[in-house]
């Protein structure tokens, strides 16, 4: 198997975001007197805003305004984040050095918009790093479908089949799949099923024990 670049998912791969989201859902909620599920906001974790109201509608069945529970979840997010930073997952620093060491092209393939995700990879000190970040606003059909990862891998002048995907969510891991790139899963706050389990490739604990697997691509 030849390997030439690494595409990054970012909340819940490179950074500790989605307990805070997590939290920010079932505040907003609270706000709003109603129950959130935890299966429906990991249903939300990789896909789209779109898709994501989707899921929010059908439960919901038209009761509540997605768009205004998300932007209440957001507040909690920004307050929770100026008291506590943005916490980076662990071996985010040595999978990097790694990276810069051997010369691995790296992407960021994130379903985050464009002005958020840009501040998050600047402060986490990866962005230098990268040869190239596909947002979810630029692209039309998100997670799970494959688009995001084949134009990042398009972008860095990479084949599809010489990319590896790091991914935490279901959504994350059937887009990788589906774009023909080895996954990678790194659990977060989802337990995956048997079947998107079936389209790993490899499931490490932390970043940088991904380091001796790709010791021994090379």
Not at 79 to 93: A, F, H, N, Y
Not at 178 to 205: L, Q
Request: hydrophobic residues 40%.
């Amino acid at each position: 198997m030849k390997i030439e670049a690494i595409i990054f998912d970012m909340d819940g791969v490179l950074i500790d975001s989605e307990r805070q989201s997590n939290e920010g859902w079932l505040w907003a909620a609270q706000q709003k007197q109603v129950t959130m599920p935890m299966w429906l906001i990991d249903s939300f974790k990789g896909a789209q805003a779109a898709v994501s109201c989707q899921f929010f509608d059908e439960y919901f069945h038209g009761t509540q305004d997605y768009y205004e529970m998300r932007e209440l979840r957001t507040q909690y997010v920004y307050q929770l984040r100026e008291k506590e930073g943005i916490p980076v997952k662990s071996g985010v620093d040595e999978l990097f050095a790694y990276i810069r060491k051997t010369g691995l092209k790296c992407a960021v393939a994130t379903s985050t918009n464009r002005n958020s995700a840009e501040k998050t990879l600047h402060n986490i000190g990866v962005w230098d790093t990268l040869d190239g970040v596909m947002y979810g606003d630029q692209i039309e059909h998100g997670k799970p479908e494959p688009d995001i990862f084949l134009a990042a891998a398009e972008m860095i002048g990479v084949a599809p089949q010489n990319c590896i995907v790091i991914e935490d969510s279901i959504n994350g891991i059937k887009a990788g799949y589906r774009a023909g790139m080895k996954v990678i899963h790194i659990p977060d706050t989802i337990v995956i099923d048997e079947e998107t389990k079936k389209m790993t490739y490899r499931i490490f604990n932390r970043l940088d024990e991904m380091i001796p697997f790709l010791e021994g691509l090379r």
